[in-house]
């Protein structure tokens, strides 16, 4: 028994001696100092943030698809599935699959969804946006039909 009660008196003892060396470097900063990452309200007429369009994106979901297809975490997950099956990274889309099911989440959906995004054609690799907003419009409606192609060149003959 006083080993055991050794052992709590040390923990105990380290953990005040590392509180007390922390507390002077805490106490040296100048409270009247912004940070350089502090956020900005949003001003009148702005774009909502991330994190208000995600919660919208959400809530349309849930509006417009029947059964778990709308619920946020196959929203969440199955969109991610489809993101990074399109960025050939398929380690990580399978490790997502398996969360994905392990929620009860339709996995039809994942196909149609992603057959919807392949077959929208090439995506601007530069622009992440872009692919992010192509998989939830998918998501919504997978029977999306395909993006008018680019008109031919001229002097070639469609036939």
């Given amino acids: 028994m006083p080993v055991l009660k050794s052992h709590?008196?040390?923990?105990?003892?380290?953990?005040?001696?590392?509180a007390f060396s922390l507390a002077p470097a805490a106490a040296q900063t100048n409270p009247e100092q912004k940070g350089p990452d502090q956020p900005k309200p949003p001003a009148?007429?702005?774009?909502?943030?991330d994190g208000q369009k995600k919660i919208d994106e959400f809530a349309e979901a849930a509006r417009l698809l029947q059964g778990p297809a709308g619920n946020p975490e196959c929203v969440w997950l199955g969109r991610r599935v489809v993101n990074l099956l399109w960025r050939d990274d398929l380690d990580t889309a399978f490790r997502h699959l398996d969360l994905y099911d392990r929620f009860g989440c339709p996995g039809g959906h994942i196909q149609a969804t992603f057959r919807?995004?392949?077959?929208?054609?090439a995506i601007d690799a530069k622009a992440p946006e872009t692919l992010s907003a192509r998989v939830h419009a998918c998501w919504i409606n997978p029977t999306l039909p395909p993006q008018a192609q680019a008109s031919q060149p001229t002097g070639t003959n469609p036939q």
Avoid: D, F, N, T
């Fill in 8 to 18: 709590h008196l040390s923990a105990l003892l380290s953990a005040a001696v590392l």
């Fill in 44 to 49: 009148q007429g702005e774009q909502p943030k």
């Fill in 116 to 121: 919807c995004v392949v077959r929208q054609g």
